[in-house]
């Protein structure tokens, strides 16, 4: 229906409290966006910005065309699942779905036929006659989820709606959640700490932190290609290995070994190497980009163990890396030979913590 | 045997122990003088027996069928009552609504809508019967110049304006009481409610509807039920404004049964007056409640 | 040597100003083995009535000496809440007082009250302005509405009468000596007769009606009390007020519009009538209680005695129970009124002195009000009004 | 006219751009409810700087053609108005404060704990409540006399805290219910007891509710008349009404409308001064971000 | 310090929702126990019995030896971290962290050096003059974490407290966690629906459902042999292929192939076969157990896709397997031969849902 556009948010609490600085951001018709970013970042804010509940000191936000800055926040037919649920606590589940659609004059059958259909969804169905008071944590989330998706808004907004649920139903929500949007080709801003539900949902993911977009990009180009150091913490579990080197000539001193600089104009004196434990591999016959050293620590991830490999050094300081190897050996203090397949290698600027090689068609920000 | 140590037991003793201080106050101030009520009730007491005790029976209660002056106090106090809770309740409930607003200089505004409920009764009913008066009065006098009549109005007088003169003194004088309840009822309801409920697409109206009223019933019920029995037993205001005037028509049930037992000293039919009137009221509160019951069970979520 | 005895009583406290500075002082002078402990009442009599009430009603009153008005003498007389004065007084030495007061101090015969205050009802008039008119003080009803209207025409005043109307004890003050004026009677105390729906009673209430009807009374009327009708009259915009001697000395004050230009007579009074007033005032008795009726007694005779009297009039401008006092000179040199007010005193009229009065005076105020309202007919008020008394009589005797 | 508007109306900008019609509304009925409450109450407060000539004046003098502070001076000249202010102060506060330790565990007792006998309790209570009150009166005079009770700062404290307790206890358990549970559970696996968790959690959060009927019993008990009227005989112990009713006028049927005016603004300002104090207490959010859901 | 013991429990609230049927359960003194289950399938109700927050309808819950099922929660010495949070909202940070230790008297000194110690670990310490209407939902989750940790309690129980964090943040508390249990050496009954979470910190996995406990197990072995049908399903993600097929002779027949049964005394004429995606490989030269299919969708889930492959078939119905392959190559819409290894099957009764092949060792019930 129409376009979702922020430009030049800022929310200023106290001079101290300034949880979102400066973030512009444009989200179209069918487009999900995902809101990642660390506790406390602004993510919330930033939707009850969007709904209307919370001025913004400065910046401008559209709905379409119009400006919706001072808009009431009933004006503006939008439906959003509150991080706290918000349930209305005199009222049964039934009535807290139904609730929107009345208050939009839905006629009564449809509103019955709405409800039921998103009930079912969520497995609500046998919930209907209870209050938010009887109820699980979970139960509750998703009557909260519940009360959004009944609605036909201009925009949704769900900040981290499936957090309590399990994962088998999450995944399932997930899906309804995917093709429910679908449909309504509706702008959709979403706020998840679930990395998984990050990629497999959205289109766009922006990443804040600090008040600012990180990076605003198709999942797989924040997955892929980080714009800087803290996307590329930030995003990917187990943590991207992200190492502080040493250069010598065009190389980056790992421990014993040497990894072949990117074609970069001028080689500064260090360099961050950063490679996910998922790329790197046991070295095969043949693989040129190898390290040695010690396995010390295993962790059970269930279909991986994630190995941590303190790499032969000369030098005290110990460096280790991380690796996700497969669950059919021991690796318990074994020394092993580890691959880093170059391709699968990012490297970033020590001082800005810029992403050194970057494509020409990223438009990020650092 | 687990039943004396159960989670549930050690709870209803710490209940206990919260509850019987109240309880044991309750009983040493209320019930002696109920029972006593009671009690003489049945026994005449008056000057005629030399206000010696005598066992009369029923007698009282059959006097009292037949005193139309009792029955007539009956219905001025109903009317009373009536009219100035209801008055009370809504336009306490707008004031509460104004002063949960956010805005510059509430405190003020709220100590000022409180003051009401701060001046002694004794001291503004004489201010009221002043304010009314129809020659010295400031109500006629602002009527008459601002030419609305021509001669003033006999407020006090008139068996009817008298009563309404009453009813806007009491309501006047009480509604800050039910404003400030229910102005702290309205501030404990969460704000994310109404968030919740403006995105959903609520307009004030709405949101006053379906969320403010249904969660603030708890408070209303309470000011209501107060302000009833405060209302009920209306006493000193009535007593200073008019008297009971004119001609009884502002006379209140407990303006009558204070002359049958202070000034006739006719102690027995005064205990029967009380007895019944407290029947009464127990009767109209559990009426009350019974059809809001109903009302609550048959209209789930509403208020 | 004994300690003191202390003595209690209650007062109004207005009064309390006075007789702190004046009588108790000398007393405990005179009596240095007894004190008074006067308990300041609230200012309203009939709170004060009450606060004895609920004393009484515990058994043990916490005051000896219990200061009285007039009408609730034969309440608390009946009760069995004092004691009998009459051993302690001669009939001779009761002459000296009005003897109205005197019969306000007893119940069924025995005498329960000494008088310490007199107080009447009646009739203040504009004297400049019925001169000015060339008319004579009015004699009769009809003699007031007449001047009254003739001063409202010439717009020499607003109001042609004033009279306490209010559902309250003052209404029926007020209405004995219309009643009187006209011939008829309330309750008679020996018989318990009930004079409430005989002729005389409604053309009582008639005159009344009628003053408002005519507009010589403002409609308020009904619901005025002393004050309400002194300061009206005292704004100078009325030309008769019906009112008790505290009026005289505040309308006669300096600053008062009406200042030296007021008189006042008894009640006007129906042809072939004579006038009447109510009696008030206040008097003494002794608590059945009290520990101490010897003392107590000391002190009523001190109180009332012709001497202390004098002085404490002098000083408190109160009307005097001692009728020799109404013509002292001294006395009548500082109210030249008294005189013409002893002629009031002579003709008062007592309310019903009997036990129930309370309640009677509530039935008639009741129904009086709402006759005078408009809230029913008269007939039927007054008809409605002698049942109810008649049954309360009978039902306690 | 409800909450959501203060969230939703903008503060500032939307001020600089259009004129809010909801805010013009507000402005009048604040204005209007200040008329309500405040105009009978100037009105004393003029009258209590009139001379008397102006307050018994005809036609109405609004305002004073001359101040005088006579009827203040008076008032504490001729009596120990201090003294009464003291004792009516002494018996509220102490009532007040017995009033809400006494009912607040009551009532958080009612609300959670489940009592046997709760719903009998509970109609008791109201029942209590619907007893006329002028009628108490009788029966307990018996009852200060019989424990020589009388003249002792007892006798109002005991039936003003008891008169007060119905309302402290359904009011405090209306707002205890409305709580989140899962508060006091977490407090009672910290492990505080009945009476901490009262003390630190519970009371804490029910301020608004706290402070609203604390005072709406203070002002109860500063105000009272009969009671204090029987039960107080000595001058030393009168409280403010009391003292004020028996002002004297010049004589028994004069209504000293000056003296009055200024013993009812005596008598009222220092809960004035209090309500101001304590309304700030009476705001939102006391429980904002206590738990989810 | 105590283990801690759940004997036959049950909570009924009314006669229809009785969420614990019949719990047992032990944790011993150095054990972590998670619970896993849907939402709503009683996890909170059993913290809560345990806490002593609800009084078991039956049963018996011992600390130690002390039978605690009737004491009051205050004596039981239990710190928990609650689903909804339960801050004090009128307390700052600090006073919320620092009222448990108050209460026992500990001195002041150590309050402010436990609770630092516990704001560092959780990020809290810029906030600690903050009240929790001023924090965002993670910042709260986090202080109610908090609240627990600091206290020295006998017994831990935490109710999803990671859910609203993100995952790095989660990644380092949780690794926390694990230290700090492991120093105090007492039972932790842990609730999370992050099966990651459940089983990198857990010694002992208890999944509910319905009322019963479903398995209890150390986690690999709940991962890699279900005990029933029902914990096969719900735990893994992406869930496992559960397909039901008809048997003849000696094998499962999966649309045109053939998949061998395992060594069972009599042979059903149907049954069910389970094996998780990530198991699911591209089939290479040798396999024995392959089949093939078309692929019809592919999820990216970040490291890996995850293909649905519509197994070649004669019978209408279509098969579907879902597979987790690596992103190097572009799956859509190919045609693909899968290996199903023997080992990784899972083989489950179609009747009783209950493992059909189960090692002797272990001791679940059905
Ligand atoms: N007070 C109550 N009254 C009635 N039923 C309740 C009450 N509290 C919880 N329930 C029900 O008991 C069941 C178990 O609730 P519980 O909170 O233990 O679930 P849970 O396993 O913690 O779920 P979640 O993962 O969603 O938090 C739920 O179905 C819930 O609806
Ligand atoms: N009412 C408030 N007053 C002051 N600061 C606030 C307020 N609400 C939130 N904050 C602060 O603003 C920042 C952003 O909060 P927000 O709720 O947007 O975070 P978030 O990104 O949603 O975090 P989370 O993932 O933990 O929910 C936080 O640091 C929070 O402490
Ligand atoms: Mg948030
Ligand atoms: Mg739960």
């Known amino acids: ?366 | 045997m687990t039943n004396l140590h159960s989670l549930r037991s050690r709870e209803q003793r710490t209940a206990w122990i919260l509850l019987t201080p109240a309880l044991l106050l309750l009983l040493f101030v209320f019930a002696y003088p109920i029972l006593r009520a009671f009690w003489l009730s049945v026994f005449t007491r008056n000057l005629g027996t030399e206000l010696q005790p005598v066992f009369s029976g029923l007698d009282n209660y059959v006097r009292m069928a037949g005193d139309g002056r009792f029955w007539q106090s009956l219905w001025a106090t109903t009317v009373f009552t009536t009219a100035s809770v209801l008055s009370e309740l809504l336009l306490g409930l707008g004031i509460a609504l104004v002063l949960n607003q956010a805005f510059f200089g509430r405190g003020i505004v709220r100590t000022t809508a409180i003051l009401p409920w701060a001046l002694p009764t004794a001291l503004i009913g004489l201010a009221w019967a002043w304010i009314f008066n129809d020659q010295f009065g400031i109500v006629n006098d602002i009527l008459l110049r601002l030419g609305l009549i021509q001669t003033g109005i006999n407020w006090l007088g008139d068996p009817t304006l008298a009563m309404s003169a009453a009813i806007f003194a009491d309501v006047w004088k009480t509604t800050p009481f039910i404003s400030i309840l229910l102005l702290a009822g309205l501030q404990s309801i969460s704000k994310d409610l109404y968030e919740a409920y403006s995105v959903d697409g609520a307009n004030t109206w709405q949101s006053f509807r379906n969320i403010t009223l249904p969660l603030l019933l708890p408070q209303i019920l309470i000011a209501v039920l107060f302000r009833f029995a405060q209302a009920f037993g209306i006493f000193d205001l009535i007593a200073v404004m008019t008297g009971g005037g004119p001609g009884g028509a502002t006379e209140v049930v407990s303006l009558y049964i204070y002359s049958t037992v202070m000034r006739y000293l006719d102690f027995g039919y005064g205990a029967a007056l009380v007895v019944v009137t407290f029947l009464i009221l127990i009767a109209a509160v559990a009426i009350a409640s019974f059809l809001l019951n109903k009302y609550r069970a048959r209209t789930p979520g509403a208020i | 040597s004994q300690r003191p005895v202390t003595l209690s009583m209650l007062i109004t406290a207005p009064d309390a100003q006075p007789w702190k500075q004046g009588l108790i002082r000398d007393f405990e002078a005179e009596n240095p083995g007894i004190r008074i402990n006067l308990v300041e009442g609230p200012n309203a009599t009939n709170l004060l009535e009450d606060l004895y009430t609920s004393s009484f009603i515990l058994g043990e009153s916490p005051y000896d000496l219990v200061n009285m008005d007039v009408i609730w003498t034969s309440k608390f007389a009946a009760a069995g809440w004092l004691l009998p004065l009459d051993d302690r007084i001669s009939k001779q030495e009761l002459t000296a007082f009005s003897p109205k007061d005197v019969e306000g101090g007893r119940y069924q015969n025995k005498l329960y009250r000494i008088p310490v205050r007199s107080d009447v009802g009646m009739l203040y008039y504009r004297e400049d302005l019925i001169k000015e008119a060339g008319l004579k003080p009015p004699e009769t009803f009809e003699d007031l509405m007449q001047i009254s209207q003739a001063l409202q025409k010439k717009d020499k005043v607003n109001w042609g009468y004033v009279w306490q109307g209010r559902q309250y004890e003052g209404l029926v003050a007020m209405f004995v000596e219309v009643l009187d004026g006209f011939g008829g009677f309330w309750v008679n105390p020996d018989t318990l007769e009930v004079g409430l729906d005989r002729p005389e009673t409604l053309r009582a209430i008639e005159f009344l009606r009628s003053t408002i009807r005519e507009g010589v009374s403002p409609p308020g009327v009904t619901t005025y009390q002393e004050e309400d009708t002194r300061r009206l009259f005292q704004s100078g915009q009325v030309a008769f007020l019906r009112s008790w001697p505290y009026a005289w000395p505040l309308a006669q004050a300096k600053g008062s519009p009406i200042q030296g230009k007021i008189a006042i007579k008894p009640m006007v009074h129906a042809p072939g009538q004579t006038g009447a007033a109510c009696l008030g005032g206040w008097g003494i008795g002794i608590a059945k209680s009290s520990k101490h009726p010897e003392e107590a007694w000391k002190a009523i005779q001190y109180f009332t005695s012709e001497k202390v009297q004098h002085r404490f009039i002098l000083s408190a401008g109160y009307v005097p129970s001692r009728r020799d006092l109404f013509t002292n000179p001294e006395i009548v040199a500082k109210y030249p009124h008294y005189p013409q007010l002893l002629e009031v005193v002579d003709n008062a009229v007592l309310r019903s002195p009997i036990a129930q009065y309370a309640q009677t005076s509530d039935i008639l105020q009741r129904y009086l009000s709402a006759a005078l309202s408009g809230r029913t007919s008269p007939e039927r008020a007054m008809q409605a009004a002698a049942n109810e008394t008649r049954r309360l009589l009978v039902a306690r005797d | 006219m409800t909450t959501p508007q203060a969230v939703t109306t903008t503060p500032g900008r939307t001020g600089k751009t259009k004129f809010s019609f909801k805010k013009i509304l507000l402005l009048i009925a604040i204005i209007l409810v200040m008329l309500f409450s405040l105009t009978p109450a100037l009105w004393q407060l003029l009258t209590s700087f009139k001379v008397n000539e102006d307050i018994a004046a005809v036609p109405t003098v609004y305002f004073p053609t001359r101040f005088t502070f006579n009827h203040y001076i008076e008032l504490f000249t001729r009596r120990p108005f201090w003294r009464y202010i003291f004792n009516s102060a002494f018996v509220s506060i102490t009532s007040t404060a017995l009033a809400l330790a006494i009912g607040a565990p009551a009532a958080y007792a009612l609300a959670r704990l489940r009592p046997w006998g709760e719903r009998v309790i509970l109609a008791s209570i109201l029942i209590v409540t619907l007893f006329p009150g002028i009628l108490l009166f009788l029966g307990l005079l018996e009852i200060i006399q019989a424990l020589r009770l009388g003249n002792n700062y007892l006798a109002l404290i005991i039936p003003y805290t008891a008169i007060n307790l119905p309302l402290t206890i359904l009011v405090l358990r209306s707002f205890f219910q409305q709580l989140p549970k899962d508060l006091e559970d977490s407090a009672r696996v910290d492990g505080y007891n009945t009476f901490q968790l009262l003390w630190q959690i519970v009371l804490p959060m029910t301020l608004p509710a706290l402070v609203t009927t604390g005072i709406l019993t203070f002002i109860f008990a500063w105000n009272e008349f009969i009671f204090a009227l029987t039960f107080m005989t000595r001058e030393e112990l009168k409280t403010i009404p009391v003292a004020a009713a028996q002002l004297g006028g010049a004589t028994v049927f004069e209504i000293p409308y000056g003296a009055i005016a200024a013993a009812t603004v005596v008598g009222t300002l220092p809960l004035v001064l209090l309500v101001l104090f304590f309304q700030r207490r009476i705001v939102q959010g006391l429980t904002a971000g206590a738990v989810k859901g």
């Not at chain 1, 037919?77 to 929107?100: C, D, K, R, W």
């Not at chain 1, 991986?304 to 497969?326: D, F, M």
Request: some cysteine.
């Open chain 1, 1 to 366: 229906m129409a376009k979702l556009e922020l430009k030049n948010l800022n929310k200023t609490y106290t001079s101290k409290i300034v949880p979102v600085k400066d973030v512009s951001l444009t989200v179209d018709n069918d487009e999900f966006l995902t809101l990642l970013g660390p506790s406390g970042c602004g993510k919330s804010t930033v939707l009850r910005m969007i709904a209307g509940l919370e001025e913004p000191t400065r910046g401008q936000i559209k709905i379409g065309d119009v400006d919706v800055t001072y808009k009431p926040a009933g004006d503006r037919n939008i439906a959003m699942v509150f991080q706290s649920y918000a349930l209305y606590p005199h009222m049964t589940v039934y009535e807290n779905l139904a609730s929107g659609l009345k208050l939009r004059k839905v006629p009564p059958t449809e509103i019955k036929q709405r409800v039921a259909e998103v009930a079912e969804v969520l497995g609500l169905a046998e919930l209907m006659n209870r209050k938010p008071g009887q109820m699980s944590g979970g139960q509750r989330q998703r009557v909260a989820v519940g009360r959004a998706l009944v609605r036909n808004a201009n925009v949704y907004l769900l900040d981290e709606p499936l957090s309590n649920l399990d994962a088998l139903l999450r995944e399932r929500v997930r899906a309804d959640l995917k093709q429910i949007f679908a449909d309504q080709k509706v702008p959709v801003v979403y706020v998840t700490h679930d990395q998984t539900e990050a990629m497999t949902l959205s289109t766009k993911v922006a990443l804040l932190n600090d008040g600012y977009v990180q990076q605003l990009d198709p999942p797989e180009l924040i997955y892929n290609h980080p714009a800087n150091l803290f996307v590329a913490g930030f995003v990917g579990s187990p943590q991207m290995n992200l190492l502080t080197l040493p250069c010598k000539g065009r190389y980056a001193i790992l421990g014993n070994f040497q990894v072949p600089l990117p074609n970069i104009p001028t080689v500064p004196p260090q360099i961050v190497l950063g490679i996910r434990p998922e790329n790197v591999r046991v070295a095969q016959p043949g693989d040129t980009q190898t390290i040695q050293g010690q396995v010390y620590l295993v962790e059970n991830l269930g279909m991986h163990y994630l190995v941590s490999v303190r790499v032969e050094s000369s030098q005290t300081e110990a460096i280790i890396v991380r690796a996700l190897l497969p669950t059919d050996q021991n690796w318990s203090s074994k020394n092993i030979t580890l691959t880093l397949p170059s391709e699968d290698i990012h490297w970033f600027d020590v001082q800005s913590g810029h992403a050194l090689v970057r494509r020409q068609m990223l438009g990020a920000r650092g």
